[in-house]
């Protein structure tokens, strides 16, 4: 069955410090890939996407992510995390033509000042 | 930019109450969600919708149903709240399946039931 896992329920970084986050999916065959950050009381926005083309993403708020087939991970990474950027991750594939995603759990992000 | 607006970002509502949420979008997406989200349990898909009165169950339909008479407006409800259906809900829209599009959301209403 095809599934999406963030291993990390919860991460804590210094502010200025580099972050990575980690995606690993299940599925068959290419997928389409999505990040997503949920702001304290807030509805999700899209970071980035991965549909085809080049493996290396570049998405909004200086994040980044990478797709590697031969792991099945899309990890996300940003160089040098601010305050404002803790919140809820959450990863989520889409399979061809179906109109669903699946969702990872999610990935609480704390900046430590 | 698209915009997807719900209704209420807070609600309280008594057990056995009749409840509406309500969700419009304005760029004429085909597609519209409902799912709540809980502590620990991500995002659950409730219902979903490809076209006007064209709807399909998601993970957990039970004690919901929704209503979809026009395009931009996509309606949860639930016919009698439970107190285990205290929970953010969240709306979300999207173009047609077939490429890469994202699904957009809305700001979320907060239900408590009491």
Redesign the interface.
Known sequence: AQSVTQPDIHITVSEGASLELRCNYSYGATP?L?W?VQSP??????LL????GDTLVQGIKGFEAEFKRSQSSFNLRKPSVHWSDAAEY?CAL?R??????I????TSLAVNP | DVK?TQSSRYLVKRTGEKVFLECVQDMDHE?M?WYRQDP????R?IY?S?DVKMKEK?DIPEGYSVSREKKERFSLILESASTNQTSMY?C?S?F?????H???????T?LTVT
């Open positions: 389409y999505f997503y009381g807030q509805g999700l926005q899209l996407k991965y549909f085809s959450f889409k061809g033509n179906n109109r669903k995603l969702w990872g759990l999610g | 997807v597609n969600f620990g349990l991500g995002l898909l979903f490809y998601g969240l979300a999207s047609s399946s077939g490429r890469a994202e699904q957009y959301f809305g700001p979320g907060r």
